[in-house]
């Protein structure tokens, strides 16, 4: 359609990265055009922090569980949703926070994200490879007090940023017809392209990994929601003063 | 930098379109551009809903708050956030789906956020404009029968899609020193930039509204901050299954 499309059309998640360094213009760039993004009521709730110490990245590779390549990337970013900024204005402002909304956690949760995905596009036009790190929220205590994180702060996900050393191909998503529905939600409509994509994705991972891996969409579904994950994110979200009242 | 990031630069809301129509065939590539965005653990958590009958784009103008914008775009899309499938290929898989855990609603919120943001690039790069459309959260259980959202769904925004009848300069945001930090969180860094961002957003409104807007950060947030803000979500949440564990 257009060379921007493309670019998003071929996205994948690179985990192994070369040695050419990522310049501290490019990451300031790159955050720059995460800003662009929309925020909601202007609240612009995203914090990031660049992690550059190798002992703090060494860290952060295994509190995400083992994910070496947070050591090995050419540049780390934490995205945090920020309140406490807000906050600090609003008292600034003769005002008093009211803190523990949900709908606040909402927005800065969101916030986050539309700005973190205008920085990966930034960063795949400039030829960079990425991979969101989910994995800091196994223990998102430790990773906050590394950080310093203050209340009314936390971490939503790491960003590894680098130059590919590796050309996966790209995973196949959902039929579209799975995802968008016109005037009214429709569950049968949804679940007709199950198989399908069990099957296609079932092709996708036995390529890839040469046979090893036998998967489908609905057995990474049972093992994503069928059993409690993370269950420790409630009570850290409430001691950093996220209350969600 | 390169095009892509210049596009990404440009973004501004646009409320006013023009009549031209925005096609099928370009929503749906917009949806697809939304897809190939990153997604947690393969969930792939986010329905949309396109809008199509004027009644229903009138309610949910009304819904909004009085956002008249919603009925006059070429298209609007409903971005939902959406584990009610994933239990669904649970099931299919023998599972059984453990709902209400916040890690979950996380995941599937910031999930919608990433593929909403690369949509709104792709449109933005066909040269459609775009409006998030946040204030179907203050309506939200009406909203949700409209579009008739089973439990385990919720709407997170909607996203108006045109061509631009209006040419508003661009917002300025927060200094990216504000924003971005080394290895450690820093308040004092941050807050040293509010009165320059006070002086360059009062000028920006100053600006448009030929004087009529006196606004500055800071009192932004204390009206965001500084008062409970829709404090029926957390009730909401939980009747459609979010219960936040």
């Not at 955050?31 to 202007?42: F, I, K, L, P, R």
């Not at 309140?83 to 986050?112: N, P, Q, W």
């Not at 989910?134 to 971490?155: C, I, K, T």
């Not at 590919?164 to 009214?184: E, F, G, H, Y």
Request: proline share 4%; charged share 20%.
């Amino acid at each position: 359609m257009n060379p921007t499309i493309d670019l998003l059309k071929s996205h994948r998640s690179i985990r192994k990265f070369t040695d050419d360094p990522v310049t501290d213009e490019q990451v300031r760039e790159i955050v720059a055009a995460g800003q662009a993004a929309a925020t909601s009521s202007n609240v612009q709730a995203v914090s990031v922090i660049q992690v550059n110490q190798p002992a703090m990245r060494a860290s952060m590779a295994e509190l995400a569980g083992g994910q070496p390549w947070i050591s090995a990337a050419g540049a780390f970013l934490v995205w945090c949703a920020d309140l406490r900024r807000s906050g600090a204005a609003c008292a600034k402002a003769g005002g008093k926070f009211e803190t523990g909304m949900t709908e606040h956690f909402l927005i800065a949760t969101v916030d986050v994200a539309l700005a973190a995905q205008n920085a990966v596009v930034a960063a795949e036009s400039m030829g960079l490879g990425i991979c969101y790190i989910g994995g800091l929220r196994n223990n998102p205590a430790q990773v906050s007090e590394l950080l310093a994180l203050p209340e009314q702060v936390y971490p939503v996900f790491g960003l590894c940023l680098g130059y590919p050393d590796q050309d996966p191909v790209i995973k196949p998503r959902l039929s579209l017809d799975a995802v968008l529905m016109q005037d009214t939600y429709s569950a049968e409509q949804q679940d007709a392209h199950f198989d399908d994509y069990n099957e296609r994705l079932g092709h996708y991972y036995k390529t890839r990994t040469g046979g090893t891996k036998v998967s489908q969409w609905t057995d990474e579904m049972k093992k994503l929601v069928g059993k409690e994950s993370r269950p420790h994110m409630r009570e850290f979200l409430t001691k950093q003063g996220f209350t969600m009242r």
